[in-house]
């Protein structure tokens, strides 16, 4: 992963010292921080009523933080014996730099603490950049889910379904 950016001059050569990540729980109060970065991340983003009804509903809503930046953040469901990965964002400055990662990590070791035995979700088709992720990490295709997406002028676009045993 490469460091988050400093304000401060580093001598020449030198790493940039990494600001400590940490998981906060999302919360009422840092809404609006997480529906300013889902503005700028998605042609479609969430809603306020999409993540206050998530939360509502008991879902894992997890912040990663550094110091006072949001990072990124995920949204997932328990199920029976699965969960069901709803929403997860890297925020666009700090994309491409191995949080996506740290995301999906933590988010496996809560659903294994729970007792799943799989984790679910679905991406654009057109995400390959996401879908490449996911299988990096394990996941694997596992069907299409058609005009599930909304798109743009009143289209819809296809989903893929994947699947990571845990």
Known sequence: MSALP????????????????????????RLDAVLAVEQRAYSHPWTRGNFTDALASGYEAQLLMADDHLLGYFVAMMGVDEVHLLNITVTPEYQRQGWARVLLDALALWSRGRGAQWLWLEVRASNLRAQQIYQTHGFRRVGDRKRYYPAAHGQREDAVVMSLAL
Do not use: H, N
């Not at 001059?9 to 030198?14: I, K, Q, R, S, V």
């Open 6 to 29: 400093t304000s401060s001059a580093l001598p020449p050569g030198a790493s940039p010292a990494r600001p400590e990540a940490r998981f906060e729980t999302l919360t009422l109060a």
